[in-house]
């Protein structure tokens, strides 16, 4: 092929003709090796109001993923057009093959391959070119990968040992891979303890089953436990991730270890407790397990006296893996560290920009009794006639002390006008101080919600560890296929490894001074559900802890699980009322008398909504604003859009543009709140241009009568899809199947139409692109 002819050839055409074949002839296998057109991140949303969307612009894509063996990348290829050089596409292969800890990364735009090597020994170039014959072996690439990853001929077996596929194509996601193939380095150097920090709602538990099922099917592991600290976890695990375990695997129930399994799941609280007798772990040998995985390790600390350190202990020579989201330390414990450095980590942060997570919004609401305080008035007494000390109560005391029912109630109501006003059915948690106060909650929101809570009396449950009636129901609370209970009122039990995909709302009227449990609140509604248009969730804060947000612990560098206790941990962890043997037991406050008071007044003095940014910190910005700081960022300037819009066939594609930087015209014009025209909307929204509706652009045209040149057939035609741009949108006119549509089809076929009305398709396609000169004359006298 000639230079000229190749020069005109897409970057799929360039794939298909001379990337594909040099990479095929070079003995890759085409279909355990190459991966084409990979999707590593599907780009983060953008919210802004109520409304969302995806900025595709930031979406990771590569062009080829070349592998080892399925589950074990070893390369990137970038492609590019012919007309490019051959290294043009190499910065973005460099940053796929470090988001992935890859060694090697290619470009080629047909004629060769540009070759950046990240383990390259000293003296040897880093950067090379090769012919297009010259593509190296896997071999070549892998034993580069070994390097990098300084993996040994003995480590080797363990760290190629295959993902568990389960015929669902289902692919784990990029940093689940690393995590994963981390882990197993780590054991296969011999690393006794690993530990790894995931956000939650990256999928801990499915990571986890892919290390244990890699280390148990290559022998290294044959007796694995499983240690969680909430039934729901353990429950959930056996029924979807862990189940191609299958017959292998067991709940442990009754304080008993059956040796007849291999994959054994259980509660910290079922292998131990204060008394010898309790100790159930001690049944078999010390080294009857050969690894152990400890799921939210951060809970209770690594201290000594923790339930699950001491079962580690026990079985020292086991291999001892931790998970958790929120890995912390404190000025108060020894510097010794337990688990080491994390062999991996993704944050929320990470997991919110890639697109994983979904970000969130946070309305501040300031109650003037919080704000302000409030002192009793000399001789105020309480509802059971009690006198009140007189001193100022403020934020700390509600709920926990004292207890303003009309500020519960005003609370309630302000939570039922968002959902009003948004989504009534929107699932929702209301995080309490106690079990108390989540009960006055329920009946606060019972009599806001009115009709909502009389037509099912499950619109509002307390789900808490006490009541056995909101227990039942937290199934079908996390069950996006289930539409009540909407609204939970709890104080803890829903912190914690609830699958609550589809949260949309959280409510905090919860003092928080714990980093940990704020984390793993948040993490209760980080879950992306696009299937039910769950894409972000919203907090509403009555109690200032989202201030935590902007403590640089929040998503800052992980550090260490330590040994030592954590005065700064889980407040009050007897709360895990989850346990097989134990209810909750909610707060300081719950064993003391508490003020209650009807008749004191209580109002909202502020509000202010905060939106995450692109550099993950809390902004304040309107979508409107957000829209115009994208549009600039493509045009420049008014004239320079003017420009484009004229000079492209379809004005679809300019909107398809600004959708890939998030930027929805239909929300926009939900936002804006007239019916603009797409032209009117960008121009207005990003240089302040006099806009004008499409109907008020249609009319123009219709006064200029230019279709008078027309015949009777072409002018009906002309006419009608006037009419639906003023309808519908640019869009709707510029899609070739709006002929078969009213009231085109009593004209006649689109056939009919287009060679009997305008003498064939380009006759058909000078009519439309006139017509849309006319709609925009300041457009096409450019």
Excluded at 105 to 124: I, Y
Excluded at 206 to 231: E, H, M, P, S, V
Excluded at 367 to 378: A, H, K, L
Excluded at 701 to 723: I, M, P
Aim: overall charge negative; aromatic content about 8%; some cysteine.
């Amino acid at each position: 092929m000639d230079k000229a002819d190749k020069l005109k050839l897409s970057e799929i055409d360039i794939c298909d003709l001379f990337i594909t074949p040099a990479i095929k002839k070079a003995g890759w296998d085409p279909f355990k090796q190459i991966r084409r057109e990979v999707t590593l991140t599907p780009g983060p949303v953008v919210v802004r109001g109520n409304l969302a969307s995806r900025n595709r612009k930031k979406k990771k894509f590569a062009d080829y993923v070349l592998s080892w063996q399925p589950g074990m990348p070893i390369a990137i290829v970038e492609a590019k057009e012919n007309g490019h050089s051959i290294s043009s596409g190499l910065q973005q292969a460099l940053g796929y093959a470090d988001i992935l800890d890859l060694p090697t990364a290619f470009s080629s735009n047909g004629d060769g391959f540009a070759s950046h090597n990240r383990a390259a020994p000293a003296g040897v170039e880093t950067e090379t070119e090769l012919a297009l014959d010259a593509f190296p072996q896997p071999q070549v690439l892998y034993d580069r990968y070994r390097q990098f990853h300084r993996i040994s001929n003995e480590e080797a077996p363990l760290v190629e040992q295959p993902y568990h596929v389960d015929g669902s194509g289902k692919e784990p996601r990029y940093y689940q891979v690393e995590a994963v193939n981390r882990t197993i380095e780590a054991v296969a150097k011999g690393q006794r303890r690993v530990l790894l920090v995931m956000a939650t709602g990256t999928g801990k538990t499915y990571t986890t089953f892919q290390i244990i099922w890699r280390l148990w099917k290559a022998g290294a592991a044959k007796r694995i436990l499983y240690l969680a600290d909430r039934n729901i976890l353990v429950d959930q695990t056996i029924v979807n991730d862990f189940k191609p375990f299958g017959d292998a695997m067991t709940k442990i129930r009754n304080r008993t270890i059956d040796p007849a399994y291999e994959i054994h799941l259980g509660l910290y609280q079922s292998l131990t407790g204060p008394i010898e007798a309790d100790k159930a772990f001690k049944s078999v040998s010390r080294d009857f397990f050969d690894l152990i995985v400890i799921d939210e390790c951060h809970r209770g600390s690594a201290a000594d006296d923790s339930a699950w350190r001491e079962i580690l202990d026990y079985f020292d020579s086991a291999i001892h893996v931790g998970m958790t989201a929120t890995p912390k330390e404190t000025a108060y414990v020894s510097n010794i560290t337990y688990f080491g450095d994390p062999v991996y980590t993704y944050s929320l942060k990470q997991g919110i920009e890639d697109g994983f997570l979904a970000p969130y919004k946070v309305i501040r609401i300031d109650i003037d009794r919080d704000v302000d305080g409030w002192t009793p008035p000399p001789g105020t007494l309480d509802d059971l006639g009690n006198a009140v000390e007189e001193r100022e109560y403020n934020q700390i005391d509600m709920d926990r002390i004292l207890v303003l029912n009309k500020r519960t109630e005003l609370v309630a109501e302000r939570v039922m006008a968002h959902l009003k006003a948004t989504d009534p059915m929107a699932k929702t948690i209301i995080f309490c101080e106690d079990i108390d106060h989540a009960e006055r909650m329920r009946k606060a929101i019972v009599n806001a919600a009115g009709s909502l809570a009389r037509d099912n009396s499950r619109y509002v449950m307390r789900i808490t560890g006490d009541n056995n009636e909101g227990k039942a129901q937290l199934d079908n609370f996390i069950d996006p296929e289930q539409p009540y209970p909407v609204i939970a009122t709890t104080s803890q039990l829903l912190t914690t490894g609830v699958d609550a995909k589809t949260c949309k709302l959280i409510v905090l009227d919860r003092t928080i001074n714990s980093m940990t449990m704020f984390k793993q609140i948040i993490g209760r509604g980080t879950r992306i559900d696009e299937d039910n248009n769950k894409l972000f969730f919203t907090i509403m804060d009555f109690k200032k802890a989202t201030e935590l947000f902007r403590d640089p612990d929040f998503d800052g560098e992980p550090v260490v699980i330590i040994d030592g206790n954590d005065p700064d941990g889980f407040e009050d962890e007897s709360e895990d009322f989850d346990h097989e043997d134990e209810d909750e037991d909610d707060g300081p406050s719950s064993g003391s008398r508490k003020i209650v008071i009807s008749g004191v007044p209580a109002r909202i003095i502020a509000e202010r909504i905060e939106y995450v940014g692109s550099d993950g910190t809390l902004i304040t910005e309107s979508y409107r604003d957000f829209a115009r700081k994208a549009i600039t960022s493509e045009f420049q300037s008014l004239d320079e859009f003017i420009r484009k819009w004229s000079q492209s066939d379809r004005k679809q594609a300019i909107i398809d543009e600004l959708e890939e930087r998030g930027i929805v015209l239909g929300n926009l014009q939900e936002a804006v709140g007239r019916d603009y025209g797409d032209f009117d909307l960008i121009a207005h929204i990003a240089f302040d241009a006099p806009p004008l509706t499409r109907r008020e652009r249609a009319d123009g045209v219709k006064k200029r009568n230019y279709f008078a040149k027309y015949g009777d057939k072409a002018r009906a035609v002309l006419e009608a899809l006037l009419d639906k741009y003023a309808d519908e949108g640019i869009a709707t006119i510029e899609d070739a199947k709006v002929l078969r549509l009213k009231p085109f089809d009593s004209i006649g076929t689109p056939i009919e139409i287009i060679r009997g009305a305008f003498g064939g398709k380009s006759g058909y396609e000078a009519a439309l692109h006139e017509l849309e000169d006319h709609l925009y004359p300041q457009a096409s006298n450019e």
